[in-house]
């Protein structure tokens, strides 16, 4: 009997009112980041790491799509730089008919395949993209929303938590209005403490779950990932290991590099406003005849 007379009572309007206003407070205690009861925060200690660890899940799924999407863009960058020096090679060694143009033709079909290779790590990479981007707009969204109904109901549990400590203080357990009131609001505690007990403890579980999902993920995407990648340096070792196995005791070229320093060598002179006369060739004015006494 009591139990329903309680439940009937916290229907009324102005227990409604008295719990939205005890939500509303705890809330801005936790917005204005007000110290809290150490004793309560401490309890919920298990449950911050594991939101830590979601935090960190949520943050490395968003940076892991942005570096896949660089690398992607700079390995078309890098494919396509290589193919134009290989073609660049080919088209100096048609007009160097010397052992040289050899070494440039066979330079440049190294490249060129080098080119078309590397363009295949955009196969798992796409792939590796694609799974992580599945993953965090179902698995991670599905937890924050577990998650957010997690945080309302510990901020009502809080709230109610402070509805009972403010209750308490004025306590007479003489009065019976006071007790009631006091036995309301510990009914009112004791009920929201189990709905956040079961979201915590659901909270929990699916934040073991997601890590143990991405690492099972990134595992069969990457290992795909590294195969092709060997497969690709092995391909490329070869070909630049037969190059230069054929090439071998050919005269070596030797290039030499003409500085000049424009400072020193190319001011003008500050006198006539005339080039250094090392790289300008002056010539002497000419001499005037001489007369001699008897003309």
Not at 209 to 221: F, T, W
Not at 240 to 264: N, T
Not at 267 to 282: E, G, I, R, T, Y
Request: hydrophobic share 35%; aromatic share 8%.
């Amino acid at each position: 009997m009591f139990n329903r007379y309680v439940h009937e009572a916290d229907k009324s309007v102005v227990s409604q009112m008295q719990k939205k206003y005890w939500k509303t407070k705890q809330a801005l205690i936790k917005a204005t980041g007000k110290k809290e009861d150490e004793h309560v925060v401490a309890s919920d200690a298990d449950l911050d790491a594991k939101l830590e660890i979601y935090r960190t899940i949520q943050t490395s799924c968003m940076e892991l799509l942005k570096v896949i999407e660089k690398y992607q863009q700079r390995l078309n960058c890098l494919s396509q730089e290589e193919n134009e020096l290989g073609m660049f090679l080919k088209g100096h060694s048609e007009q160097d008919k010397t052992p040289a143009g050899k070494m440039m033709n066979a330079t440049s079909k190294a490249l060129c395949g080098s080119a078309k290779q590397r363009l295949a790590l955009r196969v798992p990479l796409y792939r590796l993209e694609q799974e992580v981007g599945t993953f965090r707009r179902q698995a991670v969204s599905d937890t924050l929303l577990t998650v957010n109904r997690m945080e309302q109901s510990r901020t009502e549990y809080r709230g109610a938590l402070l509805w009972m400590k403010d209750v308490s203080q004025e306590l007479d357990p003489d009065t019976y209005k006071q007790l009631e009131k006091f036995r309301k609001v510990q009914a009112q505690v004791r009920n929201t403490k189990m709905q956040f007990d079961k979201l915590k403890n659901d909270v929990c579980q699916k934040v073991d779950l997601l890590g143990a999902s991405r690492c099972n993920l990134l595992s069969q995407s990457l290992a795909a990932y590294q195969s092709t990648l060997l497969h690709f340096w092995e391909r490329t070792a070869c070909m630049m290991s037969q190059i230069h196995d054929c090439f071998k005791g050919y005269q070596p070229y030797k290039f030499s590099a003409l500085k000049v320093r424009w400072k020193e060598d190319f001011q003008p002179n500050k006198a006539n406003l005339s080039p250094n006369p090392v790289f300008c060739h002056q010539t002497p004015p000419p001499t005037p005849p001489s007369f001699s006494p008897n003309h």
